[in-house]
């Protein structure tokens, strides 16, 4: 499986996080299914957008790669994305794209022009198969741009002579750098073999960029390129486009700043990976929302009940409950199933659990308890969410409190003190206080504890 990884020029937005989160779930659900999975997910780190930014902060090109390399990991993990098998840079893979443009040379699909080399659109047959456009149409809409050297407009960029200052490799046409698009089909060729099963990336990518890569790899190799093709769909902010001309780009370190990671996850797996989805602030608390009933469903089944909730369940009965789940992945990947799924779990046990309080357990109980809890337990290491035990989650929940915890601790004391002495007023606005900072009390038989509000 190869997947179109970032440009490193500047940071990763909410945009980027989807795809990477999309196929991260694709990617642990084959590892789960029993599928040896090699993965590679490369970085673009030489391009335009690089070296105008270097140009624009007065640094060389490479301290800018490098810089968004490690933002870009460091948002990976924080989204909890698991690590590729394989994580090129497209630098480290020049030897290989000069191979190809040498094979594509030999074999006629490509021409040398002055120091740069072009793919010759016209000689590869299957051109428009997966984007299903058509050459004439291509030809009406094509642009020579002034500093191109290229035969006929529909042809692309497999070589750049560089220009003076530039980033340049040595090549058998002099000094330059590789298109955009050879990048990919020599990383997935050195990585991953001839014929692959999975590629994917956002849906811009499916014209010119996937188009360009099919016309590389099959003329080159003479071999089909790949089995899958996978697109995820745009991600809106509010309704409208995210683009820079708008000046609504959500960055992922913002996005963190607000929710939890397994809130943007919940967010981003709660559409099909192929639909557009809207992000907003009602969307992301629903998320939150959520998570909350989620942990607390788990709190309640481990707390009052573990000897129930644990209890061991037949091999046969657990293939026979995970059944609607198996389907829906294998449906497409179907993400928003699951989630159904889930909580129609989590209803149950909930409306189960309030029946139990009143009139104690029964059979119905003590057979969906466990079962519940096998479900959530081996779900949530596929979704990369509801994997948490409930200790963890109100305990991170806790840590983003605005106000410390000792604090909320001494409050909590006077409050009693107050209670002690009659003093309901003050006991009552100790309450009051911190509930506008977002923290509630509950007294229980085993005194006051405290959670934060969603
Ligand atoms: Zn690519
Ligand atoms: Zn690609």
């Known amino acids: 499986m190869y997947v179109c990884g970032p440009t490193v020029y500047d940071l990763s937005h909410i945009g980027h ?11 642990r659900y084959l590892k789960y299914k029993g599928f040896n999975v090699k993965y590679t997910r490369n970085y673009t ?7 105008n930014r270097a140009n624009k902060d007065g640094v060389p090109w490479n301290e800018i790669s490098e810089r968004y390399i490690k933002a870009f990991d460091e948002d990976m993990a924080a989204l909890d994305v698991e690590l590729p098998t394989f994580r090129p840079k497209a630098t480290e893979t020049i030897r290989e794209m000069i191979d190809v443009i040498q094979t594509l040379i030999s074999k006629g699909f490509a021409y040398a ?9 016209r000689k590869f047959a299957g051109y428009g198969k997966l984007s299903g456009k058509n050459i004439e149409e291509l030809e009406a809409g094509a642009r020579v741009e002034v500093d191109e050297r290229k035969k006929d407009p529909l042809d692309f960029a497999l070589w750049k002579s560089s220009k003076p200052g530039e980033p340049s490799w040595p090549s058998p046409w002099g000094e330059g750098r590789p298109g955009w698009h050879i990048e990919c089909s020599a990383m997935s060729q050195k990585f ?7 590629h994917g990336g956002g849906k811009d990518l499916i014209f010119p960029h996937h188009e360009n890569e099919i016309a590389q790899s099959e003329a080159a190799t003479g071999k089909p390129f790949v089995r899958y093709w996978l697109h995820n769909g745009f991600v809106n902010i509010e309704k409208e486009k995210m683009s820079k001309s708008l000046g609504n780009i959500l960055t ?3 996005a963190l700043k607000n929710y939890s990671a397994e809130a943007i996850r919940l967010f981003l797996l709660s559409s099909h990976y192929q639909s557009p989805i809207d992000y907003s602030a009602d969307a992301l608390k629903e998320a939150e929302a959520a998570l909350e009933r989620y942990y607390r469903t788990l709190e309640r089944m481990e707390r009052d ?3 129930v909730a644990n209890a061991p369940i037949p091999e046969e009965v657990k293939q026979e409950i995970l059944k609607p789940f198996i389907h829906a992945m294998d449906e497409d990947f179907n993400t928003v199933a699951v989630k159904r799924f889930i909580f129609q779990w989590v209803n149950d046990v909930n409306s189960l659990m309030d029946f139990a309080s009143r009139t104690g357990i029964d059979e119905e109980f003590q057979k969906t308890l466990p079962r519940a809890a096998l479900i959530f337990k081996e779900i ?6 509801f994997n948490r035990n409930w200790q963890e989650y109100f305990q991170e929940k806790k840590s983003r409190s605005r106000i410390p915890a000792d604090e909320i601790e001494k409050l909590i004391v006077k409050r009693a003190e107050a209670r002690t002495n009659k003093d309901f007023k003050k006991a009552d606005d100790i309450r009051k206080e911190l509930e506008e900072k977002g923290v509630l009390l509950e007294d229980t038989p085993k005194g006051t504890v405290w959670r934060m509000k969603i």
């Open 192 to 198: 991953l073999g001839d014929t692959i099963d999975i």
């Open 252 to 254: 992922i370190r913002d």
């Open 305 to 307: 009940w573990p000897n």
């Open 17 to 27: 996080a989807r795809s990477a989160v999309a196929f991260d779930v694709v990617y």
């Open 113 to 121: 022009m002055d120091g740069d080399v072009y793919y010759s659109v």
């Open 45 to 51: 780190d030489i391009d335009d957008k690089i070296i």
């Open 380 to 385: 949530g290491g596929i979704l990369g969410i």
